[in-house]
């Protein structure tokens, strides 16, 4: 039937309409910004840092590898690698990230920079109020204000979060006991060396001088 598409919706927008002033369901609009809708978990506004533990510059996961600057579309990232090497949050010396800034003026929220990136360090927020009365103040983020706790991953993004730590936490044990097979493997080399008995000293007879046969046929 010709129309049919245009007829169900109209249906359904008339059922809306006057079911609303019976059932809140209804409703398609909210008071905002008195009322608020539920943030959905796969919402996604701007990316932010990931830290770990109280201290965020300590803490923070990113190790300034660049991945994310140089696969970013519209080069909205910049950042500037450390000279030297900061213990982070497991007190392992790291190269840490002495620049870090967003442009969120030229951020597309396109999630490319959180899938490219092997540690598991940025992330996008769902905070989407960030207007303010100054133009240009708040367009350029820092490392400092980029920098949001697990915890607050957690909360924002719970599903993700929890399978990102399990991921985190299996990879951890793994480089632990790979690490401990060495040390033991190693322990038990220097312990067999030490146990073998040590090879018996050779006795090494003088030599004799060799005396050169008198020429024939004469004295001295």
């Not at 030229?106 to 009365?133: G, N, R």
């Not at 240009?136 to 929890?162: C, M, V, W």
């Not at 220097?190 to 090879?199: E, H, R, V």
Request: hydrophobic letters at 35%; aromatic letters at 8%.
């Amino acid at each position: 039937m010709l129309g049919e598409g245009i007829l169900r919706g109209l249906a359904e927008t008339a059922r809306n309409f006057a079911g609303s002033y019976f059932s809140k369901e209804r409703l398609t609009t909210v008071e905002y910004p008195e009322e608020r809708i539920p943030t959905i978990e796969a919402a996604r506004v701007f990316p932010f840092l990931v830290y770990d533990g109280p201290d965020w510059e300590a803490g923070m996961r990113c190790v300034a590898c660049q991945i994310c600057e140089k696969e970013c579309p519209p080069k909205c990232i910049y950042i500037e690698k450390s000279k030297d090497k900061k213990p982070d949050y497991t007190g392992k010396p790291q190269i840490y990230p002495a620049r870090f800034d967003i442009d969120v003026s030229v951020c597309m929220s396109c999630q490319i920079c959180v899938e490219v990136c092997p540690f598991e360090a940025i992330k996008m927020d769902t905070v989407f109020e960030l207007s303010t009365d100054d133009r240009f103040g708040g367009l350029l983020q820092d490392r400092k204000e980029l920098a949001k706790s697990n915890e607050y991953y957690h909360k924002i993004h719970p599903t993700e979060a929890a399978e990102v730590d399990a991921r985190l936490a299996e990879e951890k044990a793994k480089s632990e006991a790979k690490a401990k097979a060495a040390a033991e493997a190693a322990a038990a080399k220097a312990a067999a060396a030490a146990a073998s008995p040590a090879p018996a000293a050779t006795e090494v007879k003088p030599t004799q001088p060799v005396i050169p046969p008198k020429p024939a046929g004469g004295g001295e």
